[in-house]
């Protein structure tokens, strides 16, 4: 990331929610950050439509068009005590209410969730990203090196990311396939648009190994 522009101006904007927390997209494959979802087959359509069915929560994993939520840089929302968690907070309030009528399949975070990578911000997003645990809502999330020792590949070991963002906390998803022995790779495979879609959340430095 290129910290050369006015961080004062870029901080008023993330924090005012003025862009909104996330981006949505739709019918694809992506590739973005460190996170990459790819798949085979034919899907249908540029915009996201409503699932059939209505009930609350549910999504249609046949239908051609679907929704892949992306989720970057919330890191001054979690900045010590200068953050405001309200922007993702309703971010994720929204894509739990909308989740049936865009047929939103999964959400992924590219990194970055806090400034400082200190402990008290991860302590502040916890229960933010709760949210989601909660409604039972597939998502990934990986390391920027806001949230690390940027100096440091994924061989770095323990850290406050890891603590709150350990592969325990993804085991409860039907989404998730598993993480790299040192917990800061992980992948997830769900169904869309009637096919299967890998998608891959890597750190921000992977080691060797990782890349294995």
Known sequence: MNERYDETSRRKLLQAGALGAGAVFTSGALSAGNAAATGTGETGGASATAASSKEAGRIDTEHPRFTLAIVPDTQYQFDQDRGDPAPLTATFNWLIDNRTDENIVFMA??????????????????????????????????????????????????????????????????????????????YHVFRAGGRQWLLLAMDWRPSDASFA
Not at 171 to 183: E, I, K
Request: charged residues 25%; proline residues 8%.
């Open 109 to 186: 975070h590219l990194g970055d969730v806090t400034e400082n990578a200190l402990a008290m911000e991860f302590a502040q997003a916890d229960p933010v990203f709760k949210i989601l645990d909660r409604a039972r809502f597939p998502y990934s999330v990986l390391a920027g090196n806001h949230d690390i020792d940027g100096s440091k590949d994924d061989t770095r070991g323990p850290s406050p990311y890891l603590d709150t963002f350990s592969p325990r906390r993804f085991r409860w998803m039907p989404t998730y396939g598993g993480s790299t022995a040192n917990g800061y790779n992980s």
